[in-house]
C-alpha cells in the first residue's frame, strides 16, 4: 500500500508571513495539531505546531497577532512522496519521533500522513503500532525535567 491510499488531501497550510494568530486560529478551526508553511510557489518551508505556538511565542513573551509564522515554524522537515509504501513512511515515523509527515510532489504539498491514518486501515495498523512504540519509547528514555 502506498502513502497516496491513505494520506489526508487536500492538505490544509499556512504561509510564513500569516501571523502566529492565524496560525492558532487555523489549527483550531480545522482540530489539527499541525500546519505545513508553504511558500507562495507551494513548495514547503516549515512546520507549524500547537507546541511551536506555546514554547516560541507564547512562552517566550511575543504577541501572537504581531508574530509571523516565519519566525516560529520549524524549519527542519521531514516529509514523504506519496508512491512510497506505508511501512517505510511508518518506519521513517518511528525513527524520527514523528506522528504527521507532509507529502510532497514534485516539490509541492499534496497531502499529509500521520499515525491516525496509519491506524484507520486494517492493512497498516501494525506499521502505526510499531511507529507509535518507536515515538513513546524513546521518549520514555528522556528526561523530561
Known amino acids: 500500500m502506498k502513502v497516496r491510499d491513505i494520506m ?8 510564513p508571513i500569516e501571523s502566529a494568530e492565524v496560525a492558532a486560529r487555523t489549527l483550531t478551526h480545522y482540530n489539527i495539531g499541525v500546519l505545513p508553511v508553504c511558500g507562495s510557489d507551494g513548495k514547503v518551508c516549515g512546520l507549524i505546531t500547537d507546541r511551536d505556538l506555546v514554547t ?12 509571523t509564522v516565519r519566525e516560529i515554524m520549524t ?21 524520527q519521533q ?4 507532509p507529502v510532497v510532489e514534485n516539490g509541492k504539498l499534496c497531502g499529509m500522513v500521520s499515525l491516525g491514518d496509519l491506524a ?10 510499531d511507529a507509535l512504540t518507536d515515538i513513546t519509547s524513546n521518549l520514555s528514555d528522556r528526561s523530561l525535567w
Request: hydrophobic share 40%; proline share 5%; aromatic share 0%.
Open 98 to 101: 514523528i506522528r504527521r509527515l
Open 8 to 15: 489526508s488531501k487536500p492538505a490544509i497550510h499556512i504561509s
Open 120 to 129: 484507520k486501515r486494517e492493512e497498516s495498523v501494525m506499521d502505526a503500532a
Open 56 to 67: 516560541r511565542c507564547m512562552a517566550s513573551g511575543k504577541t501572537p497577532a504581531q508574530t
Open 75 to 95: 524549519n527542519q522537515i521531514t516529509s514523504v512522496q506519496p508512491d512510497m509504501e506505508v511501512g517505510v513512511a511508518a518506519h521513517l515515523m518511528g525513527r
